[in-house]
């Protein structure tokens, strides 16, 4: 079994930051790509970021330039720095780590930016 705890997540106003973290747990043989996704009320879950096992990351086009993911091999875990944080980034952000071909996602957390 794997397990992923996010935290981080909270309330701040816009234009402020947060950085949510995410580890991994359980029987891990070797991480492949870890990520971030979230879902906002009444939509369906978007991709956020993507990392992979060597450091290469991609973006939504919605945070580039805003949002950074990283990760600890080592360790086990991702984390997003989210800075110029906007009203509409509000979501329950969740942690996902693909393992020997399987997808793994954490519970959630959530996300609220007032305007």
């Known amino acids: 079994q794997v397990q992923l705890a996010e935290s981080g997540g909270g309330l701040v106003q816009a234009g402020g930051s947060l950085r949510l973290s995410c580890a991994a747990s359980?029987?891990?043989?070797?991480?492949?790509?870890m990520g971030w996704y979230r879902q906002a009320p009444g939509k369906q879950r978007e991709v956020v970021a993507v990392?992979?096992?060597?450091?290469?990351?991609v973006y939504a086009d919605s945070v580039k330039g805003r949002f950074t993911i990283s990760r600890d091999n080592a360790k086990n875990t991702v984390s997003l720095q989210m800075n110029s944080l906007k009203a509409e980034d509000t979501a329950v952000y969740y942690c996902?780590?693909?393992?020997?071909?399987?997808?793994?996602w954490g519970q959630g957390t959530q996300v609220t930016v007032s305007s």
């Open positions: 996902n780590a693909y393992i020997l071909g399987a997808a793994y």
């Open positions: 359980g029987s891990i043989f070797r991480i492949n790509d």
């Open positions: 990392i992979t096992r060597g450091g290469g990351a």
